[in-house]
């Protein structure tokens, strides 16, 4: 019982700082395309870019496949060094990469980082507060976003102050080195320490076999869902607002980032106050289905500037790290692989839904944006599904007094 009285104030303010540079960056690759071509000797050919972030997400797939076992078997702090020695060398990477294929490692490098974090800092929290396991979880998404949110301003600063970008992706990497040196010493909790505090014999039998339910696949699947819907928002919504007549669709963004934010911020304090999880992944895909219908109905740019609103709140509310709380909940010892089965949905999701996206303009052309809002609206729905059956399941598993699945 000691351990969940331990003070982890110091590891969750690594834990947050770690998850806003991971949203910094995720976008700053795409903030400097231009520079980072002419780094790695491709001139003006910024397409060497978008290969290289492609890398990150194939990295992130196939590290889903171990970073989680990893961080179950060896604990959360050697993950947590890997992860920011990792991400340190994404950022050096992407500056002093003399060509291509050293940059496309450094994408990789930058992938297997972002599976080793999610596989490292967030169940590490939910050992640290398991009584808070959404709250922590959800704050996860709040720092990514700001990260988001607050990189353009970085960049502005940058520019008027007439600093190299260099100055950044050092600075990154260096942060990321401090943060690898200061995990050594920072206290973390022990694996499934909040299984262990509930049992009745004091320990955990990790040879018990896991079991697998119709609730755990539907929460692992909805990695995919839960990010396609405004990951394909965010990749269309510009195109969609040119072909509505928008003088300045960039704004749509802006509107999006701002709500995205605020709407974690306080689906964290519903959850706190008593909201189920599962009605708020039922009903925040009802709701952005029902934006995407209006956006799609409706040729108006300006109500553009709303779904752009309701899609930040309903869509990237944080849906994927309240499946991520449900789903490790279920395995209290192994919190990781848990979030890894998660990750892999959602990296296959990051590749795939763009795939398909990019057929669709290409075979649809000037229009393809407004029937993306159709697919969007697919995907949409069967989040709803998988929510309805975990509700479904895990009624049952109340009713029948069973808390988890270990």
Known sequence: MAINKRSYISTAIAVYVSFLLCGIDMS?????????AQVWGQGSNISSVLTVNSAVGIGGIVASLFTGVISDHFGRKSSAIISSLLWAAFAFGMLYAPNMGLAYLAGV?????????????????????PKKRSLVTLLTKFFVSLGQFILPFIIVALAASKIPFSVAFNFLGILYVIIAIISIFLPFPEVGADNQANSNEGETDKKAKLRITGETIALALMGFSSTAVFMIWTQTNQELGKLYGLSNPALLQSVYAITSLISVLVTSWMVTKGLKETTVLILYPAFSAIALLLAYFIHNG???FLVAALMGWFAAGGLMQLAVSLLSGLYPSHKATATSA????NG???????QIAAIITAKLGQNAPRDILLFNFIICLIGIVLALIVRKYQSARIKNGISNLE
């Open 28 to 36: 700053i690759t795409a903030q400097y395309k231009v520079q980072l």
């Open 109 to 129: 490098a930058g992938g297997v980082a972002n599976s080793f974090t999610n596989a490292a800092w967030t169940p590490s929290m939910m050992d640290a507060y």
């Open 302 to 304: 300006a109500l553009l």
């Open 342 to 345: 998660i990750g892999l949905a």
């Open 348 to 354: 296959i999701s990051n590749w795939g839904v763009i």
